[in-house]
């Protein structure tokens, strides 16, 4: 019902900007979930302020303190949530370990977007042969899975560098790993963009007017590109961390010295068994919080924006 | 038709010659074959006898060429660890990945379908939001977390399922160790394969919901309505149809994601399949049997969604031959 | 007995908590075997009412009230069963693009057996040999082999016939054809036209046509509706509608013909756009693009006025009505006072 459609959407009223903002705080869900995002970056950002115990400092292990209950069920209060199996504070290095998967997350689909953007123009600005060429890339990059490629790669760096030297270089590994595996979303959504927006004279005015293109691209194409790609990115964020939380588990990601959620998790599961749940669950609620807010946005935006994306 | 699947066949090549590479490379990178093989005790001499035995010395696409001939013998070598063929290995294995995967494809295949029809037919029913909620909850909750909740619910405090391995197995046609047919095999099946119909389930039911949603709008759709057709023919014959392909082809693709969340689940409930064995062959650094997983899966993975594409040109008769990836 | 009635037929859009008319007070009536054609541009809301006639409205759109009557058949209140029985049978539809209309994965024969299969208790057999008989009483060549190809094996003149013959298969009362040509090839449009026509003729069909295309309509249709905004402006005869157009909307259509301007001049357009669902502007929706708008026009809308052929909706036509009789009147008084005098 194409004819209908056209008819009905109103024009734009307004900056987009705000209406985003107005949509938002129209939809009660989109609210709660962008307030819980916010805490959880002061969370991830003062970590060392809030967390009570300084991780890094020598006594931060003591094992007299292992496997602690929660204090509501413990009673006691020096341990909020308890502690792990080598007595370390678990509100601690739950902050810590919040703070180290959102960065990992964040920063791989800063890479990701990066290089999907950048290419995503060239091909679509450009067209033909590079065009195609990239687009085969992309599609080829794209079959492979994440989780697949990702458990490969780690596996074999971690068997060539050796456990140790590996696991000062997880975070860098986990980062790279993730961004350039997933690149193509951004790059078929920019480009799709970009073949729209080109056909559209503003364009054709820039270009008759002498202006670079470079110029054109970065001034005026990309600009328009960004609703697809503001989607694209909450959701990959979700997605990155998920990945780096289950290639924690797995024992290619952060080591248990230096946690993240997944780690933790990973770390925890072993003493379900002997009854100390709170090790293992209450990294894993944190974790379920942040990528599920991650994905509310997401959905939301997708929703209210509502471009078309290409994930496949 | 020809040409389409002549690229597709080159496609899958140079897919397999790139997985091939990346093996070879493992295998002639990590770790020296001759320190694993004769140890430290050996003087050096006899050392570089030995590597020219061996041909380590010879020029990197020479190397690369003997290692092609060899798997195509099936000769990967002799794991470090188990000091026992490493394809052996693998197929010994096999079976129990393969099984495991099945259950899954099955329960998603079950469930999946009716949920996506369903959100797509009535978007606005209370079911549909509930089947949504799942699925958006479903991709935002990690497998393996899934996992943990399974066992901690279904093992530890219900004890109903147990929690690792894989219980009695019987020998089917003397190959193939099966655990469909035991009442043990089948209870320790319960918990993996439900975990990992987890991880693919709201991928299909979103896929298949917003298939037939776009179907649905369809021109073609509103003209079987106006012939006055009955509701069932048009959901069932008409629009099922059409959504089943692109889903087909789609899920053909997460043939890749199945495998890497299959790893994760063994490793989660210690089944002793082909993820497993990599895991642990991955900590030993066992480089002959990772380099020897890497190509079987390879293969596996390039195999399906070659198979795949081409099946989906064949059943779809408007197939528009345009470039799907792999 | 009128075949189809409609009377004050009002269709809305639910979005988002905002009702948007679609239709206002729509109101028509066909005869057995009539054809009648609505026209309007994009937008007006011509193919909302052909859908609407069967209740094909999609999601959002719903009747609001009035109603659509087949004979004394209430059919905007039926429900999904009861109207399967109607559609198809009844009342028959063509759409606008013939690439589109037909499901890519089932084969020609599938869809046509189907349809005569839903209606009918009949063989599959019997049913292919029906099919197979209006295929070729389209004009297919061929038609066993066609029955088991799939549509994209077919041109579009070739489906358009497809479907023609699909919706031939029950013999319907009325066929509803929403821009049945738009989509192919300019020598084709002539074929598949002169088709329609011919099988309207021979089976006694009722035809609504819905089209932006006068040149087709004056070819086509007895009797022509020309839509506004979701308003039904000007009803007449097509003849005298062509020659004579009463509303100035209509006046304006006829006008942007290309035929009507010299080579190397600018075709007349109307001036504007017609309005979207959600500003539609107060009074005469026509009166911004109006050359005749008055302050009046701005705020009252125009009631129908029947001058003896056609109905017009349009204050300017009321007022030359008016005038005309009032001039009337005053000879009839001036005759009145001369005969007095003479009489005097």
Known sequence: MSYLKKDIIPPSAGSRRQRIWCGFLGDKLATLALAVFIFYCIIALFAPLLAPYNINSLNFMDLNNAEIAPSWISGDPRFLLGTDAQGRDLLSVILYGTRLSLTIGICAVLIQATLGICIGLTAGYLGGRVDNFLMRCADVQLSFPTMMVAIVFLAIFQALFGIELYQQLAMLMLILVIGLAEWPIFARTVRASVLAEKQKEYVDAARIMGISTKRIMFKHI??????????????????????????????????????????????????????????????????????????????????????????? | ??????????????????????????????????????????????????????????????????????????????????????????????????????????????????????????????????????????????????????????????HIAPSFGRGHTIDVFGIWKSGLFTKSGLHHLMLPSITLAFALMPIFIRLIRSEMMEVLHSEYIRFAWSKGLSTNRIYFVHALKNTMLPVITIGGIQAGTLIAYTILTETIFQWPGMGFLFIDAVSRVDTPLISAYLMVVGGIFVTTNTVVDLIYGLVNPTVKLENHGL | MNLLTVNNLNVSFHIKGIELAALIDVSFTLNRGERIAIVGESGAGKSILGLSIVNLLDKPGYIKSGSVKLENKELSKMN??????????????????????????????????????????????????????????????????????????????????????????????????????????????????????????????????????????????????????????????????????????????????????????R??????????????????????????????????????????????????????????????DSLDIEYATFHDEGQL
């Open chain 1, 222 to 312: 990309l600009p328009n590109t960004l609703s697809p790609v503001l989607i694209i990115f909450t959701v990959q964020i979700a997605s990155a961390i998920a990945t780096e939380a289950a290639l924690s588990f797995l024992g290619l990601g952060m080591p248990s010295s230096d946690p993240s959620l997944g780690s933790l998790i990973s770390a925890g599961f072993s003493y379900m068994f002997s009854g100390s749940w709170w090790i293992c669950i209450l990294p894993s609620i944190a974790l379920i919080v942040l990528i599920l807010v991650m994905n509310l946005l997401g959905d939301w935006l997708r929703g209210y924006l509502n471009p078309r994306t290409y994930r496949d």
């Open chain 2, 1 to 158: 038709m020809l040409t389409f699947l002549f690229r597709r066949l080159i496609q899958a090549f140079f897919v397999m010659i790139t997985i091939s590479v990346i093996s070879f490379a493992i295998q002639g990178k990590l770790g020296d074959p001759v320190q694993q093989m004769v140890g430290t005790t050996v003087s050096p001499a006899e050392r570089a006898h030995l590597r020219q035995e061996l041909g380590l010395n010879e020029s990197f696409t020479v190397q690369y060429w003997h290692f092609l001939k060899n798997a195509a013998h099936g000769n990967f070598g002799i794991s470090y660890y188990y000091k026992k063929p490493v394809l052996d290995l693998i197929f010994e294995r096999m079976p129990a990945t393969l099984e495991l995967a099945f259950c899954a494809i099955i329960l998603v295949a079950l469930f999946a379908t009716p949920f996506g029809i369903y959100a797509a037919i009535r978007p606005r029913s209370i079911l549909s939001r509930l089947i949504m909620a799942f699925s958006t909850l479903g991709l935002s909750v990690p497998i393996f977390i899934v996992a943990i909740f399974l066992v901690y619910v279904f093992s530890i405090q219900l």
């Open chain 3, 80 to 265: 999904t069963r009861q109207l399967q029985e109607i559609r198809g049978k009844r009342i028959a539809m063509i759409f606008q693009d013939p690439m589109m209309t037909l499901n890519p994965v089932l084969t020609i024969g599938a869809q046509l057996v189907e349809a005569i299969r839903s209606h009918t208790r009949i063989s599959f057999k019997d049913a292919r040999n029906i099919a197979i008989e209006k295929l070729h009483s389209v004009q297919i060549a061929s038609p066993e082999r066609r029955f088991d190809q799939y549509p994209h094996e077919l041109s579009g003149g070739m489906r358009q016939r497809v479907i023609i013959a699909s919706v031939l298969l029950l013999n319907p009362d009325i066929i509803i054809a929403d821009e049945p040509t738009t989509a192919l090839d300019v020598t084709i449009q002539a074929e598949i036209i002169q088709l329609l026509l011919d099988v309207c003729h021979d089976n006694s069909m009722a035809l609504i046509l819905i089209s932006h295309d006068l040149g087709v309509v004056s070819r086509v249709a007895e009797r022509t509706l020309v839509m506004y905004a979701g308003r039904i402006v000007e009803e007449a005869p097509t003849l005298e509608l062509i020659n004579d157009p009463q509303h100035p909307y209509t006046q304006g259509l006829l006008n942007a013909l290309p035929q009507m301007s010299l080579p190397g001049q």
């Open chain 3, 267 to 328: 075709l007349n357009q109307i001036q504007g756009n017609m309005p979207a669902l959600n500003d539609r502007p107060s009074g005469c929706a026509f009166h911004p693009r109006c050359p005749y708008a008055t302050q009046k026009c701005r705020s009252e809308q125009p009631n129908f006025i029947y001058n003896g052929i056609s109905s017009v909706s349009c204050f300017l036509v009321e007022d030359m009505l008016e005038e005309e009789n009032s001039e009337e």
